[in-house]
């Protein structure tokens, strides 16, 4: 099987006691059940301990649950208490893996980093992606139609030459973006991919754009679940929307390599395209240091599945994410 990471996942290291946000506040993590049970019989001060936070949902899973605002396994010196007493592998997968993320399409692996993290944030947006490949033992016939992986790894590699295209300014991309994304929504109909003239878009985009209102979709994002204050005040406060800063393409790189071999489970590349051109637009509006205000969203949006499917499903029925207007926002 194949497996294709970014060279900086194999030097990420978690900062600790060093992290401005850190994966311990907020989230109710979600044990795994081969953990739990490990915890639910673990001798000593810390067993005691983990069996009085370790609860079980409705559904059956495990959760620890969140005291003033933290796991109750967080040290005032900023370390986990289960990996400083037992070492890193008694911690759950979600604690051992956050914030590496791994996409398994069956006969190859993707893996990354989830911005959600302000370490990986801060790796994002400092480096480039700079991908390797290697064979590893394993993998299993993929379920989904090859020629539609084929489509969309093609359509992803155009997609990111598009938004790295720096004759384009940053709103000029993302306009070509999201117009490519109907392109590549419509090859994965089985339509055939035709060429992609950036020019003659750009022209069409600006016969389409009419006002939008970014206000309108931060609104938006006001009504999905919002875990933390700072999240909410910057909905309620915005301080952006000044120039268009650089950065913001590396958000929609992102968005592009976390986001799009997913449409190969239901098929939707218009929503994604949506979600990651609202994403950037919303970022900047919201302003603030762009690399912090970024990891807020991944934290509050991407870890949400709610509020990812909510977005998607808004990409089709919410007025304020029609094309015209996400042109108009980009382009007037
Ligand atoms: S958010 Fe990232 S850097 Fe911070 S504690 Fe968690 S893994 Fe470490």
Redesign the pocket.
Known sequence: MRIRYPKYYETF????S???????KEWEVLVDEAAAERYLTMEGALGDDLRRYLYQDGEGDWYLRITDGRCPMWQQD?LCRIQAQEGHEALCQTCQD??RLRHDYGDFVELGLEM?????ARILFAEKAVWQEKEIPGGEAPEYDGQDMQILLQTRAEMLRILEDCRYSVPQALALALLYGYRAQDALDGAELTEFDPEAELAFAKTVARKGNVAALAAFYLELEILTEPWRQRLLHPQGAGQWDEKLRVLARYGVERYWLQAISDFDLVGRVKMIVASCLLVRHLGEDLVETAQLYAKEIENNIDNVEAILEAAYTCPAFTDDKLLGMLLQ
């Open positions: 290291r978690c900062i600790a060093d992290c401005p946000d850190s994966c311990c900023g956050f914030p959600s993290c302000p370490e990986a």
